[in-house]
């Protein structure tokens, strides 16, 4: 059976968890006690609020994906949304992170066909300038994902930001890169801007805390 887990505060035990089977009902948990149910997990598409033994207000609700925004149950606890739910700033910073994980990875698996000239007349110079731009993005993304850096952010989105105006340059230059996958590094940078709300949203959590 599925489970998701929200924690009443980052690290903390275990506040509310929502469970499902796949035709069956889905039932909501609050500390341990059932609260209320919903009758398929497709039903969570409208929000269903529930109220809690110590009268607090908990709602949840399956949305679908939106531009610049993450799809995922947001759980929200008296109008906050709970660690762990996509609407949490944390689940804005480690989506942020992720993609820049992402294009690390994929600038270390493109250096053997830069080296070799497969992909664009290059050569190993910038194979090897690949190689440490992702091993950087990767150490940057880590950095994001476990500490929530702003500065490992904006010197990640800086270089992203750069890689993104050379590939324009070299496009305009001798015809490279496609404007197709220009417009897939644009989205994904863009996709990462939200990170720095979410860092300055948990930095305010933790001050107020």
């Given at each position: 059976?599925?489970?998701?887990?929200?924690?009443?505060?980052?690290?903390?035990?275990v506040?509310?968890?929502?469970?499902?089977?796949?035709?069956?009902?889905?039932?909501?948990?609050?500390?341990?006690?059932?609260?209320?149910?919903?009758?398929?997990?497709?039903?969570?598409?409208?929000?269903?609020?529930?109220?809690?033994?110590?009268?607090?207000r908990?709602?949840v609700?399956?949305?679908?994906?939106?531009?610049?925004?993450?799809?995922?149950?947001?759980?929200?606890l008296?109008?906050?949304?709970?660690?762990?739910?996509?609407?949490?700033?944390?689940?804005?910073?480690?989506?942020?992170?992720?993609?820049?994980?992402?294009?690390?990875?994929?600038?270390?698996?493109?250096?053997?066909?830069?080296?070799?000239?497969?992909?664009?007349?290059?050569?190993?110079?910038?194979?090897?300038?690949?190689?440490?731009?992702?091993?950087?993005?990767?150490?940057?993304?880590?950095?994001?994902?476990?500490?929530?850096?702003?500065?490992?952010?904006?010197?990640?989105?800086?270089?992203?930001?750069?890689s993104?105006?050379a590939d324009?340059?070299?496009?305009?230059?001798?015809?490279?890169?496609?404007?197709?996958?220009?417009?897939?590094k644009?989205?994904?940078?863009?996709?990462?801007?939200?990170?720095?709300?979410?860092?300055?949203?948990?930095?305010?959590?933790?001050?107020?805390?």
């Amino acid at each position: 059976m599925p489970k998701s887990e929200y924690p009443f505060e980052l690290g903390g035990d275990v506040g509310v968890s929502v469970s499902w089977t796949r035709k069956g009902p889905v039932r909501v948990d609050y500390d341990g006690a059932s609260v209320g149910t919903a009758a398929d997990f497709g039903s969570l598409k409208t929000i269903h609020r529930f109220n809690t033994p110590d009268g607090r207000r908990l709602s949840v609700e399956k949305r679908k994906p939106r531009f610049l925004h993450p799809a995922g149950l947001f759980v929200e606890l008296d109008g906050e949304a709970m660690p762990g739910s996509a609407g949490h700033p944390i689940a804005r910073v480690h989506r942020a992170s992720e993609i820049i994980l992402f294009l690390g990875g994929v600038n270390i698996l493109l250096c053997p066909l830069l080296a070799l000239g497969i992909l664009f007349e290059t050569s190993m110079v910038h194979a090897g300038v690949s190689a440490i731009a992702g091993l950087v993005l990767l150490g940057l993304g880590a950095l994001i994902h476990r500490q929530h850096l702003m500065w490992a952010l904006g010197l990640a989105f800086g270089l992203l930001l750069a890689s993104l105006l050379a590939d324009v340059a070299f496009l305009v230059a001798s015809g490279g890169m496609g404007p197709g996958a220009l417009a897939v590094k644009i989205i994904l940078l863009m996709m990462v801007f939200p990170g720095f709300g979410g860092i300055r949203e948990l930095r305010a959590m933790q001050d107020a805390g």
